[in-house]
């Protein structure tokens, strides 16, 4: 890569914006999807405290959010970006990963290691909650598999 022209790197237009607008969206799955859930577990809780944070994206609350009632006690939210995946936060966060990288251009395997480590470490680690969860909450975690069938992307996978 250092010997490379940087003119090597440059994208057109349209590549920019491309690369931009994905870095954004999947910035704002990911920051959306863990305000609904953050929100979601206050709201259960019977507190709220409005996070004065930056960025304040439109979408981070679910207004009458729809859940099942495990027989543990826990509600597993299936509304917001919840109702599409069951680890939306995953897709989103790996997606700005790999945009990252594509920023480099694809004239080396060098900006792709660190998404393709981080892939493995998240479909390990999803398997090692869903396993969790399984164990802990038995047909009703049956039952938001069926309902969210979905791991990461809607329509994937």
């Given amino acids: 890569m250092v010997r490379r022209n940087?003119?090597?790197?440059?994208?057109?237009l349209w590549g920019n914006v491309l690369l931009y607008s994905t870095l954004m969206l999947s910035h704002y799955i990911f920051d959306t999807s863990m305000a609904q859930k953050s929100h979601f577990k206050m709201q259960q809780q019977g507190i709220h405290h409005e996070r004065w944070s930056f960025p304040q994206w439109p979408g981070r609350h679910v207004h009458n959010p729809t859940y099942?009632?495990?027989?543990?006690?826990?509600?597993l939210l299936t509304s917001g970006w919840w109702a599409y995946a069951r680890k939306p936060n995953y897709?989103?966060?790996?997606i700005q990963s790999f945009t990252?990288?594509?920023c480099a251009n694809f004239g080396s395997l060098i900006p792709f290691?660190?998404?393709?480590?981080?892939?493995?470490?998240?479909?390990?680690?999803c398997g090692r909650d869903f396993e969790r969860c399984a164990a802990k909450?038995?047909?009703?975690?049956?039952?938001?598999?069926?309902?969210v069938p979905y791991k990461f992307i809607y329509g994937v996978y």
Avoid: M
């Fill in 100 to 102: 990252w990288g594509a």
């Fill in 91 to 94: 897709a989103a966060d790996w």
């Fill in 6 to 12: 940087p003119e090597s790197y440059a994208f057109p």
């Fill in 68 to 75: 099942i009632q495990t027989a543990h006690g826990n509600r």
């Fill in 113 to 125: 290691f660190y998404p393709v480590f981080f892939l493995v470490v998240l479909v390990h680690r």
């Fill in 137 to 147: 909450y038995g047909k009703d975690w049956e039952e938001y598999c069926r309902r």
